[in-house]
T-cell receptor, first 113, second 113 residues
């Protein structure tokens, strides 16, 4: 079982609020990812990181930002939430020793009113 | 056209039936992944393939590199197999994004008792 955690699991928030979605893993993986998934749709990569102090934008443009100050922690921040940000956000990390198999967190379901 | 196409999109089966889900891709890959997403949103990696066939319990995954096609089979299906099954590929020589996954839209499987 993967040791990757996300909090909160569910978040309902008003427009304009700043939010941070937390993601932590205890497997010592260098590479981490954030995905966005709308209901019934495929996952889209919005951010990834090769390791500490590394952040890259993914295939899907996102107004969110990420940081990677510690290996185990990869938080995602929205400075001013909007209804268009309503979605599920999934965090993952990958194991270079297992051909980059990805391990996923349980996800955060965000609803912006 | 998506780089990863899955069929069918939706599948309903009776308990005990043999199930096949197909995945086709249009680019050179270094690996193909089958993932399972439960209704709560959590994603589990089932298989990673670069050639041939893998088996785990009642699940079998095959890949034909020349035809750019993979199948996921479930033998003796059970209601607990109900989930979304996602095919994803790791591009070959994807430059700075090596290891990143491109996802299909998923196949929603419902197994009735």
């Amino acid at each position: 079982e993967a040791d990757i955690y996300q909090t909160p699991r569910y978040l309902v928030i008003g427009t304009g609020k700043k939010i941070t979605l937390e993601c932590s893993q205890t497997m010592g993986h260098d590479k981490m990812y954030w995905y966005q998934q709308d209901p019934g749709m495929e996952l889209h990569l919005i951010h990834y990181s090769y390791g500490v102090n590394s952040t890259e934008k993914g295939d899907l443009s996102s107004e969110s930002t990420v940081s990677r100050i510690r290996t185990e922690h990869f938080p995602l921040t929205l400075e001013s939430a909007r209804p268009s940000h309503t979605s599920q956000y999934l965090c993952a990390s990958s194991d270079p020793g297992n051909q980059e198999t990805q391990y996923f967190g349980p996800g955060t379901r965000l609803l912006v009113l | 056209k998506n780089e990863v196409e899955q069929s069918p999109q939706n599948l309903t089966a009776q308990e005990g039936e043999f199930i096949t889900i197909n995945c086709s891709y249009s680019v050179g890959i270094s690996a193909l992944h089958w993932l399972q997403q439960h209704p709560g949103g959590g994603i589990v990696s089932l298989f990673m393939l670069s050639s041939g066939k893998k088996k785990h319990g009642r699940l079998i995954a095959t890949i034909n590199i020349q035809e750019k096609h993979s199948s996921l089979h479930i033998t003796a299906s059970h209601p607990r197999d109900s989930a979304v099954y996602i095919c994803a590929v790791t591009y070959q020589n994807y430059g700075g994004s090596q290891g990143n996954l491109i996802f299909g839209k998923g196949t929603k499987l419902s197994v009735k008792p």
